[in-house]
């Protein structure tokens, strides 16, 4: 194995064009040693990003934040601003591991990791961020939520990678919330999850709406029935109704040794029904 | 054996908190683990672990693994010595599988090479012939007559009945005419339930460093809970003289059971034998899960007879275990143990084993009994709910106590059980209002507690200070409670005293850290070796005065007459003694040897508090208090530990541990990220509650304590979410999914 | 394969070694520098039995390559103490009993020594967060936590 | 003549008796005269077992007295975790 660690995006673009199926990624790590370990996967090379200049800030940028591919889920946590613009993304970065997971991992690379219960990639979805890639052939920004392409896939070109995230400027009165199931308080993967993003009217009707689910299916659901059962509505208790039988609906699980498809379903609509009441409580506070 | 006891007496260091010898090297990261060792010269070693979950192994070829560069031995079970015992055949071939893989997992290779690197590169080039053999992992299917069978001819002369020879054994307990206590009943409830295999979880994966040399020497660093049956073991196995194998106790990290034998130490040594270095061989954590002991699963059917004022008529439990691949008699501790808690005039208890494909069974615990307590305590309390009663009166309606015919055959000595329930029911937890989705659940547990054999030596040195030698592995403080027990007898501060563990060569047998035995059985053997040492002090004494050995008498850390007619003389202390003993015989030393008994039996109750989330099945423990009989308590912290940690154990085990088996025999969760123990936000503060009872066996009145904690959780969770949600759940875990299914189900 | 010259500074000292590049920060702490207070109980991130400090950050050693530790400065358990002087949280776990067999205890001290710096008050429930990724089996964590808010109490001037 | 009291299933050796009889001072003996009386005890007895004298579990110690009055009760042999 050789490891790697280039001082710019187009070296470390050439490195992983060069390596091509044997060449990993690395930025936080806490997946790619996982499989390193396991035997899943044996990169003969190993490219470390964080050196990049870069790589490890959060920007602001046209009122959003654009965060880069090294930056650690603590880093971004401890970020107001981010805190503040999107509480869900953030709740769900929070969510990731540990302590001391948090002190490595990135919302970037727990979106290339590609699993379908990754927590801040609802999140991400739901706000629209989108995901700025480098490739040999240049760069190109493409929304979040059109990466994930199933278990591990991408819709990434041989040689390319998302070096940074922007999650873009909101109006006020508009807040996002993630939510997830999981068997223990911490430590844990989702078996469910849901991320509602949403934007209030002056009189408190939502006006906009996203909703994306998690761990429902081989890739993140963004729910558009659902958003669309809230859009118009104050959130009152037969537009949510209408909204968790929209997710229960729109979940396409799977049974295994986290949940069951039965489980998963109804879950994730009880989520999405809570994540939305939270959202909504909290874009009624940013005005 | 003195059984003098000291209930009545003023204790001047039992029962105070001391700090703990071991407690710098602890948290500075100096203590020296299992892994920790490094020696000159030493290889690495790595296992090889069969893919199926069952198969015959035709051939296996390491010819070209060994041409790897770097590569300095490697063994299969052809190393090990021909054995005739079936117990240490047992542990050889699961320490290394011999005409069958039986186990996802279970080891059937090592390799020693120059590093980690060359050792894993060499298992992918070690090839294995196998042909798949058809599997079975539950417990019930393993016993049907057409069961794939997972080891012929095992079964015992007690098994009848159709069953497939994976069943090894059967047992029967109790005492009373069943038909006529059913037949007094007001209402009898009959339920099946289920547990999954849980497993101890220790932090610390298995480790050990090996060294043999040409002349058949070894020397054997691990970590273990009984460095003696280590080298019994693997002398057996490799066909040593246990002379010639000196075994040495790391500081341990974690057991609860499953350091009780082997899985990589022969391995290590038959690695060091054929490569003629040292050798170090350290577990994975997956390799932690697939191949080490978990506990049984389990299978039963419980019916109970109850009268409308609470008194139980009559108890029947058929217990069905698996414990893996190999024979295991854990069903008969728990067939023991379930109706343990009550006074019953009719109760029988029927228990048998199944072989599985799954790892070997390892002792967890109170082993055997959780599962079969957490069976009947839910019947117990789901009839205390069908007649609107007090939980706790009932249990107290029909506990036993002093004198009552235990359901497994003795009358009980004296016991804490009632005292016990009673503290419960007067603590305010048990009034304290419950608010919306919540519930309260009580649960009995009950442990045997052990003492076995036992060696201690006790130096008294030169400048008045006190050594002590013992041979058990410190699990939970017992270095510190030992030498606060020689301080009490001598009469001298506990900081003068310094406990160390033996090696194998240093002292004689000792039993293994199990059945709750080090802080009572050493215990005793300590306060015997001080009585002994005593006793020469005092002859030493007689001789310095001229008067008559039993003329002088020893008190406070000092020989005095023993009265005016003995004669006038300053007392000796303990130092002054210790500064002349060169003169006045040599060096002064007690020691004690036993095989000890009169452990006594113990008691728990626990309450625990939960909420239930309606729409996910989501429970949150929000209050838990344990009440356990500890006898005296030596050091109350280190009592309170066990019972906080075993107790954390039992939530676990109720909420979320289990293995879980794919259709293929494949373990799914061999991690700590699926496999989960609880961590420190999913758990309240376990409130001890100590009692302390003397147990009339031990001097001071010590009881185990270990064990009994992990009993009652089981139940008392269960039975907590049976009142929060209104639905009883006779499977554990009760893992989110089956709660919703159930409340779902009940519209 | 190619081995790599890390140089790196661990509790204040510059120090280096060299590894393959696949080894872990874990396995050089402990095989090449000597310091075993850091312990592997999962390899895997889920147990903190390895938790060090990484230029100011928890993490798990068993999760980060040696190579990545070039120009880094690490905490561990060994540099905690000032020589002969205990660190409060190390006196408060001996204290408070908060530690039975100590295979966890150094994970969760560099942890809660992280705590602190960042938070010298925290509630019951916010040190039972922070250290959810320090699995211990022995002691249910009840004296863990009390002993943490122990040393917090004693760290703020608030000696009991 | 000391009585023996039997767990279940071992009166398939003992024609159905749940208590028997035997000689014995010590449980040395006990243990001898039982495995000459009934045969089929034997296995049970050399795979282990434990004895309970009046109330008391001893796993091993042959040489422990017993009285014609005690309560002798035979257990399997026991271990812990």
Redesign the interface.
């Known amino acids: 194995m050789h490891f790697v660690s280039p001082q710019s995006t187009e070296e470390a673009a050439r490195h992983l064009a060069e390596g091509g199926a044997k060449a990993r990624i690395l930025a936080g790590g806490t997946d790619l040693l996982v499989q390193m370990k396991?035997g899943m996967v044996s990169p003969e090379t190993v490219i470390d990003i964080k050196r990049i200049p870069g790589m490890r800030d959060i920007t602001e940028e046209d009122g959003g934040y654009r965060v880069g591919a090294g930056v650690p889920g603590q880093q971004l946590n401890e970020h107001a601003g981010v805190k503040s613009l999107w509480p869900g993304v953030v709740e769900a970065c929070d969510l990731i591991g540990s302590t001391q997971i948090q002190g490595r991992c990135t919302i970037i690379g727990n979106l290339c990791n590609g699993s379908p219960a990754a927590d801040t990639v609802p999140a991400m979805a739901a706000a629209n961020a989108v995901a700025h890639v480098v490739g040999p052939s240049g760069t190109r920004d493409v929304p979040v939520a059109d990466l994930p392409q199933g278990p591990g896939k991408l819709a990434l070109e041989e040689g390319e990678f998302v070096a940074s995230v922007l999650l873009p400027a909101r109006p006020k009165r508009a807040a996002d919330a993630y939510l997830r199931?999981t068997?223990?308080?911490?430590?844990?993967?989702a078996?469910a999850s849901a991320a509602v993003s949403l934007e209030l009217a002056e009189d408190g009707t939502v006006s906009d709406a996203r909703v994306v689910l998690g761990a429902v299916g081989p890739k993140i659901i963004v729910a558009t029935a659902a958003a669309e059962a809230i859009i118009g509505t104050k959130l009152d208790d037969d537009a949510l109704e209408a909204m968790t039988k929209a997710c229960r609906d729109a979940a396409t699980p799977i049974d295994d040794?986290?949940?069951?498809v039965?489980?998963r379903t109804?879950?994730a609509g009880?989520l999405a029904k809570r994540a939305a009441r939270i959202a909504k409580d909290r874009a009624g506070e940013r005005t | 054996m003195n059984k003098m006891s000291r209930e009545k007496q003023d204790f001047k260091v039992i029962g105070t908190?001391v700090?703990?010898p071991?407690?710098?090297?602890?948290?500075?990261?100096?203590?020296?683990?299992g892994?920790?060792l490094?020696v000159p010269g030493m290889l690495t070693g790595a296992v090889l672990r069969s893919p199926h979950a069952h198969a015959k192994i035709n051939a296996i070829d390491t010819s070209e693994a060994m041409a790897l560069p770097g590569v300095k031995a490697i063994v299969t079970n052809a190393d090990f010595a021909a054995l005739d015992d079936e117990f240490l055949l047992d542990v050889a071939d699961n320490c290394l599988a011999r005409e069958k893989a039986l186990y996802h997992g279970h080891a059937v290779a090592a390799v020693a090479a120059k590093d980690?690197?060359t050792a894993k590169a060499a298992l992918k080039l070690i090839k294995v012939d196998y042909t798949p053999l058809p599997h079975v992992t539950d417990v019930d299917d393993a016993m049907e007559s057409d069961a794939p069978v997972v080891q012929a001819g095992r079964k015992?002369?007690?098994v009848k009945g159709d069953y497939s020879d994976n069943v090894t054994m059967?047992?029967?307990?109790?005492?009373g005419d069943l038909d006529a206590g059913f037949a007094k009943a007001d209402h009898v409830i009959e339920r099946s339930f289920k547990t999954a295999a849980t497993h101890?979880?220790?932090?610390?994966?298995h480790a050990c460093l090996a060294s043999m040399t040409s002349d058949g020497k070894a020397d054997l660093w691990c970590c273990t809970q009984g460095q003696y049956f280590v080298r019994t073991l693997c002398a057996g196995i490799l066909g040593m003289e246990a002379s010639q194998l000196r075994v040495t106790a790391s500081?341990?990290?974690?057991?609860?059971?499953?350091k009780?034998t082997c899985f990589i130490e022969p391995v290590a040594l038959a690695l060091s034998r054929k490569a003629g270095r040292p050798v170090k061989l350290?577990m994975?954590?997956?390799e932690v899960f697939r191949a080490t002991g978990p506990t049984v699963s389990s299978s039963s059917d419980v019916k109970i007879g109850m009268t409308k004022d609470g008194r139980i008529t009559a108890a029947y439990a058929a217990l069905r275990y698996q414990g893996g691949a190999f024979p295991c008699?854990t069903v008969?501790?728990g067939a023991?143990s379930a109706f343990a808690a009550y006074d019953l005039d009719a109760v029988?208890t029927?228990g048998w084993n199944a072989l599985t494909n799954r790892p070997k069974e390892a002792?967890?615990?109170?082993?055997g009994a959780p599962m079969a307590v957490y069976a009947v305590e839910s019947v117990v309390d789901e009839l205390t709910q069908h007649f609107g009663l007090d939980p706790l009166d009932v249990r107290l309606k029909n506990a036993a106590d002093a004198g009552t015919l235990s359901s497994?055959?003795?009358?009980?000595?004296a016991i804490g059980l009632v005292a016990t329930l009673e503290a419960a029911q007067k603590h305010p937890h048990y009034s304290a209002p419950l608010g919306e989705n919540q519930g309260r659940g009580v649960s009995c547990g009950f442990?045997?507690?052990?003492?076995?054999n036992t060696c201690v030596s006790l130096n008294i040195n030169d400048d008045g200070t006190v050594g002590i030698t013992e041979g058990n592995p410190d699990?939970?403080?017992s270095r510190a409670s030992i030498s606060m027990m020689a301080a009490e007898e001598l009469g001298i501060p506990y900081e003068q005293v310094r406990t160390i563990v033996a090696d194998t060569s240093s002292l004689g047998y000792n039993d293994v850290t199990?059945?709750?035995?080090v802080t009572f059985a050493v215990g005793l053997a300590t306060i015997e070796a001080a009585r002994d040492a005593i006793k020469k002090m005092c002859s030493r004494v007689a001789k310095i005065w001229e008067i008559d050995p039993d003329a002088v008498i020893w008190e406070n850390g000092q020989a005095k007459p023993s009265g005016p007619n003995a004669g006038d003389f300053e007392p000796m202390s303990l130092a002054e003694i210790a500064a002349l003993s060169s003169e006045t015989g040599g060096p002064i030393a007690g020691h004690y040897e036993v095989?000890a008994?009169?452990?006594?039996?113990s008691f728990g109750v626990h309450l625990a508090d939960v909420e239930v989330d309606p729409?996910?099945?989501?429970t949150k423990v929000l209050r838990y208090t344990a009440f356990q009989d500890a006898g005296k308590a030596v050091h109350p912290?280190?009592v309170?530990?066990q019972m906080?940690?075993?107790?954390?154990?039992g939530i676990g085990w109720a909420?979320?541990e289990e293995y879980?088996y794919d259709d293929d025999g494949m373990l799914?969760?061999a991690?700590?990220?699926?496999y989960?123990?609880?961590?420190?936000?999913?758990?309240p503060?376990?409130e001890p509650v100590i009692l302390e009872i003397p147990n009339p066996?031990h001097p001071y009145g010590v009881r185990g304590v270990?064990?009994t904690s992990i009993v009652p959780p089981l139940a008392a969770l269960s039975n907590a979410v049976s009142r929060a949600a209104g639905v009883r759940l006779h499977e554990l875990p009760m893992?989110?999914?089956k709660i919703?299914?159930a409340i779902?189900s009940k519209g | 394969?190619s081995k790599l010259h890390v140089t790196t500074t661990v509790n204040g000292d510059e120090l280096d070694f060299v590894c393959?590049p696949?080894e872990t920060l874990l396995?050089a702490l402990?095989?090449r520098l000597?310091?075993?207070?850091?312990?592997?109980?999962?390899?895997?991130g889920?147990?903190g039995?390895c938790t060090v400090k990484m230029d100011g950050r928890l993490v798990c050693a068993c999760l980060v390559l040696a190579p990545e530790a070039q120009g880094a400065e690490i905490e561990?358990?060994?540099g905690?103490?000032t020589g002969e002087s205990?660190h409060p949280l190390?006196s408060s776990?001996?204290?408070?009993?908060a530690?039975?067999?100590?295979?966890?205890?150094?994970g969760i001290?560099v942890a809660a020594k992280d705590l602190l710096e960042r938070n010298p008050d925290p509630s019951?429930?916010e040190?039972?967060?922070w250290?959810?990724?320090?699995?211990?089996?022995?002691?249910?964590?009840?004296?863990?936590?009390k002993a943490v808010q122990f040393a917090a109490a004693e760290m703020r001037g608030e000696t009991a | 003549m000391v009585q023996v009291?039997l767990?279940?299933?071992l009166r398939?050796a003992t024609d159905g008796q749940?208590v028997v009889e035997v000689e014995a001072g010590n449980f040395k003996q006990l243990l001898d005269r039982l495995s000459e009386k009934y045969p089929?005890l034997k296995?049970?007895i050399e795979?282990g077992v434990s004895l309970?004298l009046?109330?008391?579990?001893?796993?091993?110690?042959w040489f422990?007295e017993i009285q014609p009055d005690s309560?002798v009760?035979?257990?399997?042999?026991?271990?812990?975790?």
């Not at chain 3, 000597?34 to 895997?44: A, D, I, V, W, Y």
């Open positions: 396991s199931f068997p223990r308080t911490e430590m844990d993967i078996v040794k986290r949940g069951t039965e489980f109804q879950v009880v | 908190r700090k703990r071991d407690g710098i090297d602890k948290v500075t990261g100096r203590a020296q683990y892994a920790d490094v980690a690197q015992q002369e007690n059967y047992c029967e307990f109790g005492h101890q979880g220790y932090i610390e994966p500081e341990i990290g974690g057991g609860f059971g499953g009780t350290v994975t954590r997956d008699e008969a501790m023991q029988k029927e002792a967890y615990r109170a082993p497994y055959g003795p009358t009980f000595e442990w045997f507690n052990f003492g076995g699990i939970g403080g199990d059945g709750s035995r095989n008994d009169g452990a006594g039996v729409e996910t099945g989501a912290d280190y309170e530990g906080q940690g075993g107790s954390a154990q909420l979320n879980i799914l969760n991690g700590f990220l699926d989960r123990v609880p961590v420190a936000s999913d758990l503060s376990i066996g270990g064990e893992s989110p999914p919703l299914k779902t | 394969m393959p696949e396995d402990r095989g000597g310091l075993s207070g850091s312990k592997e109980g999962c390899g895997t889920d147990c039995a561990t358990i060994e905690m103490a205990l190390q776990f001996i204290d408070n009993a530690l039975q067999c100590g295979i966890c205890t150094p001290l019951e429930t040190i039972r967060y250290l959810a990724g320090n699995l211990c089996r022995c002691t249910g964590y009840d004296k863990i936590i | 009291k767990w279940g299933n398939d749940d089929g296995p049970q795979r309970a009046d109330g008391r579990i001893y796993r091993e110690a422990t309560e009760v035979l257990m399997p042999y026991m271990k812990g975790g």
